[in-house]
Each structure stands twice: as structure tokens, then as C-alpha cells.
């Protein structure tokens, strides 16, 4: 496995929580070991896979309850700041998934760059998030599809949800169905599930595209009444439209699924990071131009909060249109309902693999090179939320696991270019040229002093070696040099610890509303001072040359480290601090 440190009494229980997985260690199976997973997914299939994850139903309502709440007609503007907070992860993510293509995505990256016991916490954090949230999300296709067949309790009996009277539980079959369908499908290979992900993802981008061109025109015919308002493009001033966009930031949640699939990328230096950030950028394309669509054609305080865009068109006379938008919500749920499925088997299996879990759950079918024993299990375990419970009240805990993800491998990201591993082992292709050098060198000694002078010729450019290291000015210059590096690195560990110390005391300080005034301030001055001290710190020391042969190289390199990731921290915590 490649730990690092060992346990030992107390203080080796804190080493094992600390202890750090070898970058490469997942590489080091054999080629045709039994639990590895076919390289199947090119970058068109990662955007379709990315897409689909994200953009879900919430769209289709978001618009209206943020338009009416924080933003007014600066809704477009909301989404565009939540996109680019969105895409400081995204870089995040692009670099990690690049260096180190192994399935379980936040986990594998944090057990490699921060410890155990974090990487465990990240691990079980998105297996509950997929987890409810997948259930989250089924639930809510069966009241749209009732629409279909005349109203809320029109479903087929087999279909509609019933009341059980002793237990106080609505159960869901339609849901359940819907669960167990798409975890067959995938079930069937990642290749085969991704293709249909991607058509019912392209329809849904052909619905949105539908309210797009329609609006447009309507809204050219009618002068964008939505724009004429008295309260002006800013009803709610600047914090409002902020505090729109902390809300619509959680429409970007799904791109991150895209780097579960990492180790069934063909080329995943050059792939997951193009996939990643186009799919974002599609998404957040997508979210600004039906925004402000549907923002200019009814004043936002008109706005129906339930069904935006359908009333939107129904009050121009479009009441068909409502059958159409309709239709995009339930192909966005199914299409994200098959995203939330996805990442769990490969995190199940990635925690397996590295002995937090049973073996059962690193098993690779041979057929379908997926983990269908995992894959079950997950499909089992969200199918029974989704019939037996009302998970709505859950749902923010999905949001609770993907902030930690995020927080997470931004923190990597500085740990990976200022600290990184001590030993860290080069990829398989590297040994097997190194090794080959290797033996080359040894050929030609044994032809240049023959065979028999063999052993006394290696001992004697051994004797040679040693003496010249063993040169006073040469000993004096490399502990020098080892001891500038031992105290760089403790630098950069104490200025990151600052920062995340920093951003934790600023972002509860500036959110604890129950604290009197001046205390507040004192509180967020001294967190500042934390995060602005280790930024400063990290922008003065060097970072780590041993970054440059972390992982694959030959992939994205996320730009403007430290500066980017501690904003990526301080976004995310004060999210992550300030959900219900």
C-alpha cells in the first residue's frame, strides 16, 4: 500500500489518521489484475457525464425563487458568480485528477496529499451525499411525470405513491423503480450507461434551448417587460445579488463526478481536464441565458416560484409549453439521478482497495470491467430511501459532502506544491526506463572489466563515490541544502494551517449574528490576520520541486496557486458555515 510512518501506541494511532497513500501505489497492479476497470470514456462522454450531473430540475424552479427573493433582473449576473466560484474548484479538481486517475475522486486525492482519517471522513461524506441525494432525486420525478396523466394523483396505481396508515410512511414505487433501473443499466458497463446518460442529457440541453430561442422571441415581441421595473437591474442591491449567487452555487453541484470516473479515462491527462471544464461551462452557458430569458419576460416580483419558466410562457399563451418544460425537468432528474448513482461503487471501491472496507466492495466484474457488487449494494441502499422515506428534509446534506470535497482538494492542491509527500514513487513507465538503465550499466561494466574483475571494479567506483561524498565542502553544502529544505517545508505547513485556521475563525465569526457587534469585529480582524499572513507566506517561500514528478505528469496545472485555492477554501467554508 505505501503508508507512510508507523503506528505505534497512542502516538501511532495520530500517525495512522496522518498516514499518507503513495501516489502511484494504485498503478502498481499488474496490468491484468482482476479489479481494474476498462478504459472506455473519451472527452465528449465526460461532458455528457458532466452535464447530466449537474444540470437537474432545480433549474427549472431555481430561477423563480432567486429572481423573487435576492436577485431581481440581476439573476444572470448571480449565476455568473457562482460559476466562476464553481470553476476555482474545477481547477482544483483538473490538476488532482490529471496526477493521480484512480477512482474515488476526493477521497483518493486527500488520502494521498492530507491523511487517513480525513480521507475516510471525505470518503463516507460523498457516499451519504450520492447517496440521499440520488434518493432526493427520484422521489421528485414521480409528481412531474403525474402532470402527464392529468394531475398530482393521476399516476398508474403500480406508480403512484400510497400511504401506509400505521406507520406513518408515504412510499414511493415509482421512485424505487426508477433506482433499480438505472443501477441495472449501469450495471451493464460504463460505456453503455454513459451513451444513454448522454442522449437524455441532450434532449434536456434541446428543452433549454427551446425556452431560450422561444423567449427570446417572445421577449423581442413584448419589449422585455421583466427589464422595465422600478426597483431597476438592482431591486436588491449588490448583497442581494450576492447572496443570490451563494444560493444558485449549488446548481454547479455534479461536475465533480466527471473526476470519479478517472480511472476509465483513456487519456486522462489530456481528457478529464477538458471534460471538467466544459461541462462547466456548458452548465453555467446554459443557466445565464435561460435566466435572462425568463427574467425579461415577467417582472421578477410576478414570478410564479413554483413553475417559472412554464407560467412565464403561459402568460404569453404558450400553455402547451408547460407539457415541454415538464418534460426537461424529468429528463434532467433521470439524467441526474444517474449521476448521483455513478460515483458511490467507485468510491465503495476505492475505500476497499485500501483496506478501509471489505474486499467485497473492490470487486471488478470480468465481463463488464465495473464494480457490480457495489454498484447493488448502492442501487439496493437508495432504492429503500426512496420508497420508504421523504428525504427532502435531508437533502442539505448533499450539499454538507460536496463543500467538504471541495474545501478538501483545494487544500490538497497547496499541500501537493508545498508539501508533498517525502517519497514519492515514480510511475511504472519511469521504473521500467530506469531499470533498463539499470542493467545497461551493468552490461557494459561487466564487459569492460570482464567478468571476473566485476565485483572488484563495482567495489572500487563504490570506494570512489564515497570518498568524494565524504569531501568536507560537499557534506557542508548538502546539509545546508537539507536544512534550508526541512525548514521551507515546515514554512509552508505552518502558513497553510494558517490559512484554513484563518478562514474557519473568519467565515463562523462573520456568520455568528448572535455575537455582539465589536466582538465580531475582533474576531474577523484576527482571522484575517491568520489567512492573510499564510497567504502572504506562501506567495514568499518557493514551492516544492518535488511537485514536478508528483503523479502523471503531462496534465492540467492549475494556475495561480496559493491565491486561487485559498479562495477556493474561503468560498466553501463560508457555504459550507452557512447552510441550514
Given at each position: 500500500m505505501g503508508f507512510e510512518g508507523a503506528a505505534g501506541g497512542?502516538?501511532?494511532?495520530?500517525?495512522?489518521?496522518?498516514?499518507?497513500?503513495?501516489?502511484?501505489?494504485?498503478?502498481?497492479?499488474?496490468?491484468?489484475?482482476?479489479?481494474?476497470?476498462?478504459?472506455?470514456?473519451?472527452?465528449?462522454?465526460?461532458?455528457?457525464?458532466?452535464?447530466?450531473?449537474?444540470?437537474?430540475?432545480?433549474?427549472?424552479?431555481?430561477?423563480?425563487?432567486?429572481?423573487?427573493?435576492?436577485?431581481?433582473?440581476?439573476?444572470?449576473?448571480?449565476?455568473?458568480?457562482?460559476?466562476?466560484?464553481?470553476?476555482?474548484?474545477?481547477?482544483?479538481?483538473?490538476?488532482?485528477?490529471?496526477?493521480?486517475?484512480?477512482?474515488?475522486?476526493?477521497?483518493?486525492?486527500?488520502?494521498?496529499?492530507?491523511?487517513?482519517?480525513?480521507?475516510?471522513?471525505?470518503?463516507?461524506?460523498?457516499?451519504?451525499?450520492?447517496?440521499?441525494?440520488?434518493?432526493?432525486?427520484?422521489?421528485?420525478?414521480?409528481?412531474?411525470?403525474?402532470?402527464?396523466?392529468?394531475?398530482?394523483?393521476?399516476?398508474?396505481?403500480?406508480?403512484?405513491?400510497?400511504?401506509?396508515?400505521?406507520?406513518?410512511?408515504?412510499?414511493?414505487?415509482?421512485?424505487?423503480?426508477?433506482?433499480?433501473?438505472?443501477?441495472?443499466?449501469?450495471?451493464?458497463?460504463?460505456?453503455?450507461?454513459?451513451?444513454?446518460?448522454?442522449?437524455?442529457?441532450?434532449?434536456?440541453?434541446?428543452?433549454?434551448?427551446?425556452?431560450?430561442?422561444?423567449?427570446?422571441?417572445?421577449?423581442?415581441?413584448?419589449?422585455?417587460?421583466?427589464?422595465?421595473?422600478?426597483?431597476?437591474?438592482?431591486?436588491?442591491?449588490?448583497?442581494?445579488?450576492?447572496?443570490?449567487?451563494?444560493?444558485?452555487?449549488?446548481?454547479?453541484?455534479?461536475?465533480?463526478?466527471?473526476?470519479?470516473?478517472?480511472?476509465?479515462?483513456?487519456?486522462?491527462?489530456?481528457?478529464?481536464?477538458?471534460?471538467?471544464?466544459?461541462?462547466?461551462?456548458?452548465?453555467?452557458?446554459?443557466?445565464?441565458?435561460?435566466?435572462?430569458?425568463?427574467?425579461?419576460?415577467?417582472?421578477?416580483?410576478?414570478?410564479?416560484?413554483?413553475?417559472?419558466?412554464?407560467?412565464?410562457?403561459?402568460?404569453?399563451?404558450?400553455?402547451?409549453?408547460?407539457?415541454?418544460?415538464?418534460?426537461?425537468?424529468?429528463?434532467a432528474l433521470c439524467s441526474t439521478l444517474m449521476g448521483s448513482i455513478l460515483p458511490q461503487p467507485r468510491i465503495l471501491m476505492a475505500m476497499a482497495r485500501d483496506g478501509l472496507l471489505p474486499s467485497f466492495f473492490s470487486d471488478v466484474h470480468k465481463t463488464t470491467q465495473v464494480p457490480v457488487k457495489s454498484t447493488i449494494v448502492t442501487g439496493i441502499c437508495a432504492a429503500s430511501l426512496a420508497f420508504f422515506m421523504d428525504v427532502s428534509q435531508l437533502a442539505g446534506m448533499v450539499s454538507v459532502g460536496t463543500l467538504l470535497a471541495f474545501t478538501t482538494v483545494a487544500v490538497s492542491i497547496l499541500i501537493l506544491r508545498y508539501v508533498p509527500p517525502d517519497e514519492v514513487p515514480l510511475p511504472s513507465s519511469l521504473q521500467a526506463s530506469f531499470r533498463r538503465s539499470h542493467e545497461n550499466d551493468e552490461e557494459k561494466l561487466r564487459d569492460t572489466l570482464g567478468y571476473e574483475d566485476h565485483e572488484e571494479g563495482a567495489s572500487e567506483i563504490s570506494d570512489v563515490v564515497v570518498e568524494s561524498i565524504k569531501d568536507p565542502l560537499i557534506e557542508k553544502q548538502l546539509y545546508a541544502s537539507k536544512l534550508d529544505e526541512t525548514k521551507r517545508r515546515k514554512t509552508a505547513a505552518c502558513s497553510i494551517a494558517s490559512v484554513c485556521i484563518g478562514v474557519l475563525v473568519l467565515t463562523t465569526s462573520a456568520s455568528a449574528t448572535f455575537l455582539p457587534f465589536l466582538v465580531r469585529c475582533f474576531v474577523c480582524a484576527f482571522g484575517g490576520l491568520l489567512l492573510l499572513t499564510g497567504l502572504g507566506m506562501l506567495c514568499w517561500i518557493d514551492q516544492d520541486d518535488g511537485r514536478h514528478s508528483f503523479g502523471h505528469s503531462g496534465g492540467f496545472i492549475c494556475p495561480f496557486v496559493p491565491l486561487l485555492p485559498v479562495m477556493c477554501i474561503l468560498i466553501n467554508t463560508y457555504l459550507l458555515i452557512n447552510l441550514g
Amino acid at each position: 500500500m505505501g503508508f507512510e510512518g508507523a503506528a505505534g501506541g497512542m502516538g501511532g494511532g495520530v500517525r495512522a489518521l496522518m498516514r499518507r497513500k503513495q501516489v502511484d501505489s494504485e498503478r502498481a497492479r499488474p496490468a491484468g489484475s482482476s479489479n481494474q476497470l476498462r478504459k472506455e470514456l473519451s472527452v465528449a462522454q465526460l461532458i455528457t457525464i458532466g452535464v447530466g450531473s449537474t444540470i437537474g430540475a432545480g433549474v427549472y424552479v431555481l430561477v423563480g425563487t432567486v429572481a423573487r427573493e435576492h436577485s431581481g433582473p440581476a439573476l444572470t449576473l448571480s449565476f455568473l458568480i457562482a460559476g466562476i466560484a464553481a470553476a476555482l474548484s474545477a481547477f482544483c479538481y483538473a490538476e488532482l485528477a490529471s496526477r493521480c486517475p484512480s477512482a474515488g475522486s476526493a477521497y483518493h486525492y486527500s488520502y494521498i496529499c492530507v491523511g487517513e482519517g480525513v480521507a475516510w471522513l471525505i470518503g463516507w461524506a460523498l457516499i451519504l451525499e450520492y447517496t440521499i441525494g440520488g434518493s432526493a432525486v427520484a422521489r421528485g420525478i414521480s409528481p412531474n411525470l403525474a402532470l402527464f396523466f392529468g394531475g398530482a394523483d393521476s399516476l398508474p396505481w403500480i406508480l403512484a405513491r400510497h400511504e401506509i396508515p400505521w406507520l406513518d410512511v408515504v412510499v414511493d414505487p415509482c421512485a424505487a423503480f426508477l433506482v433499480f433501473l438505472v443501477t441495472g443499466l449501469l450495471c451493464v458497463g460504463i460505456k453503455e450507461s454513459s451513451f444513454v446518460q448522454g442522449v437524455v442529457t441532450v434532449l434536456n440541453c434541446f428543452v433549454m434551448l427551446f425556452v431560450i430561442i422561444a423567449g427570446s422571441y417572445i421577449g423581442f415581441q413584448t419589449g422585455w417587460v421583466g427589464y422595465k421595473v422600478a426597483g431597476g437591474f438592482f431591486p436588491f442591491g449588490a448583497n442581494g445579488m450576492l447572496a443570490g449567487s451563494a444560493t444558485v452555487f449549488f446548481a454547479y453541484i455534479g461536475f465533480d463526478s466527471v473526476a470519479s470516473t478517472a480511472e476509465e479515462v483513456k487519456n486522462p491527462q489530456r481528457d478529464l481536464p477538458l471534460g471538467i471544464a466544459t461541462a462547466l461551462s456548458i452548465c453555467c452557458s446554459l443557466y445565464m441565458l435561460v435566466s435572462v430569458v425568463i427574467v425579461g419576460l415577467v417582472p421578477y416580483f410576478a414570478m410564479d416560484p413554483d413553475t417559472p419558466i412554464s407560467s412565464a410562457f403561459a402568460k404569453h399563451g404558450m400553455h402547451w409549453a408547460m407539457y415541454l418544460v415538464t418534460t426537461g425537468a424529468v429528463l434532467a432528474l433521470c439524467s441526474t439521478l444517474m449521476g448521483s448513482i455513478l460515483p458511490q461503487p467507485r468510491i465503495l471501491m476505492a475505500m476497499a482497495r485500501d483496506g478501509l472496507l471489505p474486499s467485497f466492495f473492490s470487486d471488478v466484474h470480468k465481463t463488464t470491467q465495473v464494480p457490480v457488487k457495489s454498484t447493488i449494494v448502492t442501487g439496493i441502499c437508495a432504492a429503500s430511501l426512496a420508497f420508504f422515506m421523504d428525504v427532502s428534509q435531508l437533502a442539505g446534506m448533499v450539499s454538507v459532502g460536496t463543500l467538504l470535497a471541495f474545501t478538501t482538494v483545494a487544500v490538497s492542491i497547496l499541500i501537493l506544491r508545498y508539501v508533498p509527500p517525502d517519497e514519492v514513487p515514480l510511475p511504472s513507465s519511469l521504473q521500467a526506463s530506469f531499470r533498463r538503465s539499470h542493467e545497461n550499466d551493468e552490461e557494459k561494466l561487466r564487459d569492460t572489466l570482464g567478468y571476473e574483475d566485476h565485483e572488484e571494479g563495482a567495489s572500487e567506483i563504490s570506494d570512489v563515490v564515497v570518498e568524494s561524498i565524504k569531501d568536507p565542502l560537499i557534506e557542508k553544502q548538502l546539509y545546508a541544502s537539507k536544512l534550508d529544505e526541512t525548514k521551507r517545508r515546515k514554512t509552508a505547513a505552518c502558513s497553510i494551517a494558517s490559512v484554513c485556521i484563518g478562514v474557519l475563525v473568519l467565515t463562523t465569526s462573520a456568520s455568528a449574528t448572535f455575537l455582539p457587534f465589536l466582538v465580531r469585529c475582533f474576531v474577523c480582524a484576527f482571522g484575517g490576520l491568520l489567512l492573510l499572513t499564510g497567504l502572504g507566506m506562501l506567495c514568499w517561500i518557493d514551492q516544492d520541486d518535488g511537485r514536478h514528478s508528483f503523479g502523471h505528469s503531462g496534465g492540467f496545472i492549475c494556475p495561480f496557486v496559493p491565491l486561487l485555492p485559498v479562495m477556493c477554501i474561503l468560498i466553501n467554508t463560508y457555504l459550507l458555515i452557512n447552510l441550514g
